[in-house]
């Protein structure tokens, strides 16, 4: 490492491996007759150059790409444990740490305690993305730096034995009348290949797709983008997911945000069985699709009043957008129960003495009744429990809606207390009153789960897709192809290199020859 | 006109095409001591295989079209249309590097390959379905056929690895790397032992029926091949005695997740005994190794030229598979469910093929792995996209799980 100081006379940094100026392998050791190793054109690189603060420490290791590899396995491997059992959010139940025990045993147990079951967001996964991030950009750094400047500044003039220790390399006798015409006849053919030719001396260097060389460290950028993008979802604000069910013809608020939306009409609409192809025996209705008529709506801050901003019909794979603001169609449930009718019997006379409609979702504290009675709602549990000997309420949802009524008449001295629980027979409580008042219609609705999302970082995070696309089809489908040639003393030294398909560069460098005049196979390890 | 008729038979054609194609392509090879002399006996053989596989791609693009005009829909939404499809992108994928290369041996190893996936397939439900709600989208022609693309480029990028790896170390005895790679083949006859087991089956129009409780719902498993596992607490209400066995000889293991988990994870061990059997027939037959079989084929294959066509089709899949297989799907996922990325089996295991072939790249770029090393990593980057196709569908449940 010492000696950085080539014969040629250019003073290297240290860590060089091939001349920065000639080409010239410093380090002589290297087997002779071995091609060169061309990676980053022998340049050094920042982390073989300073290793002495902390700085220099942290940034040796990202630079590895060992370190790059590395990570990316681990990555790769806790990913794969991860899909063994579904995450938490997949699970149909509410109560993980009982789901995967109930549902997997002892793997499940500890699967869960483990923290696999909710591993993509757990802080070492995420600070395994991270580490790859930094890695990226300190990879990228290290590397792309020296690379530009070497590129940018390639002598045409090589040392010999950096020509003719390229890969695909060729050494003829040359004469020196021949040589010029020669020289002038491979620039002509070169330059027809679309070749930069840049000529020195008796010396010449042709290259053509350096832009291919850019594409690793632009689709790195594109990485770092998506990555960061990402990242901007923890600012406040710019990431919003929810859930909401609107009932046909209900208004509900949009959760966290001044929006509210009501539901027009939601559909369910089945596949016509003529039109579906092949024959199915057991017609099942398949579902088409799922469709919701919505309208969002923002409320005046002046009249209070709702004013609509915007309607669609919003079906799965077609959301409405709204300054920002997505609105997905992600459930459907038919026929839930929006009202109770309920009939009030005279038990003496067995007569009805009316009826009266009980909004589950908002019921009125009392009702008139047609003998011009009232009843009143004294308690309602829309999702009825018992929770020891006190009647609670699971949910707001009226799954199992009980009641509590007073049905107050004329002929009653008092009011009387009527229980009412939905499919429970409770003639024993109410055995000694007098009126009886039992459930003699439903009225049901369907109802749209709308999906309600805000992702402000969606742009960066595509721009930065778009990136890395860029970039991978610049270093995938371009390829850098470079040509040396040097005539020395009664010999023309040929040297190619690219940074992949070698076959091709072969085939292309021994037509370009033929065409000017010059046989030479190159194909030297025998294909078929 | 009956459409079905004419689709059925167009996929018929293709398959017997690939299977002739596959043929020509071995005798190209094989047969070069041949009167003829071997350049013109190379040179004859091997121009006829790929007109036969550009028939065949005619064939197949006819089938698709059919398909197409019966359902509306392209065919690329249920696993019998996604493993169809995807031979056909190898098929494809092999086009491509045949002209770049012009090596004859990729295509008697290449068109086999497309002939398993497209037999493979066929295993599975040929009805047409309509679409569920949530794969109406233009995005599922272009995330599904632009992945199948990429993994296309990627699975020919395999056997190229594999002509690499036979060509080094399909010869030796008694080593690790020709153990692992009999092995490898193992898998493949394994995988050619269900195919025709199912065959089998269903041309003896074999039929079994096993109710069980399913999260909360009785549901019956309808059985293709005798049930030697069980769902699990099931009850056999029909069964076709096979071998005197009136009932499933065990139950599934209950962390297996899905519905049709006992049934597929039965054909998993129909595949594996019947591969087994089918492996010791051959090496009965030949006496000895699959590789050691194959070897001749590839002797005067060059390693380097292998090793770069091997690489050469991976760095041409890559930008595609991260195109359709992560970009595309991102966008679909942002428009169906609201989220580009939602951490489904399926989406993990896409993202765990790109960095698995990222992996690659950078041990063949900056670590220098070239020829044996990245022979082996091609290898294992088939079975990740096999598992994903295979694996992923019969044991993991998820948005995906459409077979």
Known sequence: ?528 | MDWEKVMENLLLCTFFLYVLASVVFVIAIVGKKWSTGEEVHVRRWSRLGIILTFVGVLFQVMFIITRIIIGGHFPTSNMFEFASFLSFTIVLAFIVIFYIYRTVVLGAFAMPIAVIMLAYASVFPRDVEPLIPALQSYWLYIHVTTTALGEGAFVVGFVAGLIYLIRAVGHERGTTGAAVLEGTLLVLVMLIGFILTSFAFSVAGYHAEIQHTFEGQQLVQAYDMPPIVGPDGGEVLRMQPFLGMTHPLFEAPSWMQGQEAARKFNSVIWSVLSGSVLYGLIRLAARKRISELLHPMVKNVSLEMADEISYRAIAIGFPIFTLGGLIFAMIWAQEAWGRFWGWDPKEVWALITWLFYSAYLHLRLSRGWHGLKSSWMAVIGFVIIMLNLIVINLVIAGLHSYA
């Open chain 1, 1 to 528: 490492m010492e000696n950085t100081k080539c014969v040629c006379g250019h003073n290297n940094p240290v860590g060089t491996i091939l001349c920065e100026y000639c080409g010239k392998p410093l380090e002589e050791d290297q087997e002779a007759n071995r091609p060169l190793e061309m990676r980053y054109e022998g340049k050094a690189r920042r982390s073989q150059t300073y290793q002495t603060t902390w700085f220099d420490r942290v940034w040796n290791f990202f630079s590895s790409v060992k370190v790059a590899i590395v990570l990316i396995l681990i990555t790769l491997i806790a990913s794969a444990i991860g899909t063994i059992l579904p995450q938490e959010r997949y699970i149909p139940s509410p109560d993980p740490a009982q789901f995967y025990v109930e549902h997997y045993g002892v793997w499940g147990e500890w699967f869960y305690k483990l923290g696999l079951s909710n591993m993509y967001d757990s802080w070492w996964y995420v600070t395994l993305l991270a580490m790859i991030g930094i890695s990226l950009v300190v990879c990228s750094l290290d590397r792309v730096i020296p690379l530009y400047k070497a590129l940018k500044n390639q002598q045409v003039t090589k040392d010999l034995s950096f020509i003719s220790r390229q890969k695909v390399s060729h050494t003829l006798k040359v004469t020196e009348e021949e040589r010029d015409a020669l020289l002038d006849r491979l620039a002509t053919q070169l330059q027809n290949r679309r070749f930069h030719v840049r000529r020195e001396g008796h010396a010449l260097l042709a290259e053509k797709g350096r832009i291919s060389r850019w594409g690793p460290y632009i689709n790195h950028i594109g990485l770092i983008l998506f990555l960061f993008g990402a990242l901007l979802r923890l600012v406040p604000g710019w990431y919003l997911d929810q859930f909401v069910w609107v009932r046909e013809g209900e208004i509900a608020k949009v959760p966290e945000l001044p929006y509210y939306v009501k539901n027009n009409k939601a559909e369910v609409e089945f596949y016509d069985p003529k039109e579906l192809p092949g024959k199915k025996e057991n017609a099942q209705p398949t579902v088409k699709q799922y469709k919701s008529d919505i309208t969002l709506m923002r409320q005046d801050p002046r009249t209070g009043r709702l004013e609509p901003v915007s309607r669609k019909v919003i079906m799965v794979n077609h959301p409405m957008e709204y300054k920002g603001l997505m609105l997905f169609q992600s459930g459907f449930q038919p026929n839930q129960p929006l009202s109770l009718q309920m009939t009030v019997t005279d038990k003496k006379t067995k007569k009805s003495v009316g009826t009266f409609t009980v909004n589950l979702y908002h019921p009125k504290e009392s009702y008139p009744l047609q003998n011009g009675g009232t009843v009143r709602i004294l308690n309602y549990f829309p999702d009825f429990t018992m929770e020891g000997d006190r009647p609670a309420t699971k949910s707001e949802f009226p799954n199992r809606p009980a009641f509590v009524f007073e049905v107050i008449t004329p002929e009653l001295k008092k009011g009387e207390k009527s229980w009412m629980i939905a499919q429970t027979n409770l003639d024993d409580i109410n055995r000694n009153n007098r009126y009886d008042i039992s459930m003699t219609g439903l009225q049901v609705v369907d109802q749209s789960g709308l999906m309600v999302r805000v992702d402000k970082s969606l742009p960066v995070i595509f721009f930065g897709a778009a990136v890395c696309m860029i970039g991978l089809v610049m270093g995938f489908y371009w390829q850098h192809r470079r040509v040396w040639l040097r005539w020395h003393e009664g010999r023309l030294y040929l040297g190619a290199h690219t940074n992949k398909n070698w076959f091709g560069l072969k085939r292309e460098v021994e037509q370009i020859a033929e065409r000017a005049g010059l046989k030479m196979s190159l194909t030297q390890y025998g294909q078929e």
